[in-house]
């Protein structure tokens, strides 16, 4: 006979186990949600508030699908669980509460503002970021976003994703655009067709930073060598 593991022991495992352990245990935890509530929160409090891994954001989404929760975990984190870096805009924390709702899309556009945001006063008045202005982005801030993207998708969103795919398309953007499940049909719009704004796009399809700004954008971004810390620590 088949025994269901009790959901302090469901839990435990998820937490102590391997990203593969992990992924097995997530369907199981969705379905034990109300059951969890009450483990989830206090394993969450006295969890360590660093990007190490992705399990706290799987466990802080869980937890806001019920509303008593979600007011909780604002009254407890009203700045977001992950910690924004010293002096960063408000606009961060805007991202992790669309994310931690699940609400990808608007979390995408706030992440499009705080990019420009980072690149100065000039990418805010034009409305874009110039390709050559990516090099003066703080790192700290780009890391940052590139955090809440991986914690909140349980690892498989964010720049540092979207950076090891390119290294495996070998320099072909077309077989990139192909694996993070991009659509492009010779003209750059504001988003490709048939974007997924769900968690069960491809792996690295979120958050998109190519936006009428092409290849030499998203490349950059890509590049910068703030990603390079996360990806070998991550």
């Known amino acids: ?3 269901v593991p009790r959901p302090e022991e469901l839990l435990e495992g998820f937490l102590t186990g391997n990203e593969r ?3 097995r245990f997530w369907p199981q935890l969705q379905a034990q949600a109300p059951q969890l509530q009450e ?3 206090q394993k969450l409090l006295h969890q360590p508030r660093i990007a190490n891994s992705w399990s706290s954001g799987a466990l802080l989404r869980l937890l806001a699908s019920d509303s008593s929760m979600l007011e909780q975990i ?3 984190f009203p700045g977001g669980w992950l910690p924004a870096p010293v002096g960063a805009s408000d606009l961060f924390a805007e991202i992790q509460d669309a994310l931690l709702l699940e609400q990808l899309e608007i979390a995408d556009r706030f992440t499009s503002s705080a990019l420009r945001e980072m690149a100065g006063v000039a990418a805010v008045t034009r409305g874009y970021v110039y390709y050559s202005e990516v090099a003066g982005f703080d790192p700290a801030l780009l890391a940052h976003i590139d955090a809440l993207w991986w914690l909140y998708s349980n690892g498989r969103f964010g720049f540092r994703i979207q950076q090891r795919l ?3 398309s070998d320099g072909n953007w077309e077989k990139l655009w192909l694996t993070l499940g991009w659509k492009f049909d010779g003209v750059w719009t504001r ?3 048939s974007f997924n704004w769900s968690h069960g796009a491809p792996e690295g399809h979120l958050p998109l930073v190519n936006q009428l700004r092409g290849v030499r954008l998203f490349d950059a971004i890509l590049r910068h060598p703030a990603l390079d810390a996360v990806t070998t620590s991550a």
Do not use: E, G, I
């Open 39 to 41: 483990f989830a929160w």
């Open 1 to 3: 006979m088949l025994t």
């Open 166 to 168: 390119r290294q495996s």
């Open 191 to 193: 988003y490709p067709n």
């Open 74 to 76: 604002k009254a407890v």
């Open 21 to 23: 352990q992990q992924l």
